[in-house]
């Protein structure tokens, strides 16, 4: 079984920063994809950013240039650098991961609990 547990998150004032991490753990072959998502209170969850094994990074539109997703794949681990935050990135932050959990696995989506941040004066 697979977990992903997320920490970091708190209350910001706007200007600042956080940053988050996320760390699985479990029966763990390989991940490929992790990402993070947020969802606002009365809104859908949406892509904030994602990275492939590989280092290859996506960023939503919102976050570009203020937020940066880095991974150690040694650690089964990725992180998100949050600056500049705005009360508009006031959210609960999910980690994403695409876990496949012994060689003969398919790919499976795993979500973590969530992280709430709140960027307020």
């Known amino acids: 079984q697979v977990q992903l547990v997320e920490s970091g998150g708190g209350l910001v004032q706007p200007g600042g920063s956080l940053r988050l991490s996320c760390a699985a753990s479990?029966?763990?072959?390989?991940?490929?994809?992790m990402g993070w998502y947020r969802q606002a209170p009365g809104k859908q969850r949406e892509l904030v950013a994602t990275?492939?094994?590989?280092?290859?990074?996506n960023y939503a539109d919102s976050v570009k240039g203020r937020f940066t997703i880095s991974r150690d794949n040694a650690k089964n681990t990725v992180y998100l650098q949050m600056n500049s935050l705005k009360p508009e990135d006031t959210a609960v932050y999910y980690c994403?991961?695409?876990?496949?959990?012994?060689?003969?696995?398919?790919?499976?989506?795993?979500w973590g609990q969530g992280t709430q941040v709140t960027v307020s004066s």
């Open positions: 990275i492939t094994s590989g280092g290859s990074t």
């Open positions: 479990g029966i763990i072959f390989s991940i490929n994809a």
């Open positions: 994403h991961a695409d876990v496949r959990a012994r060689l003969w696995d398919p790919n499976l989506p795993r």
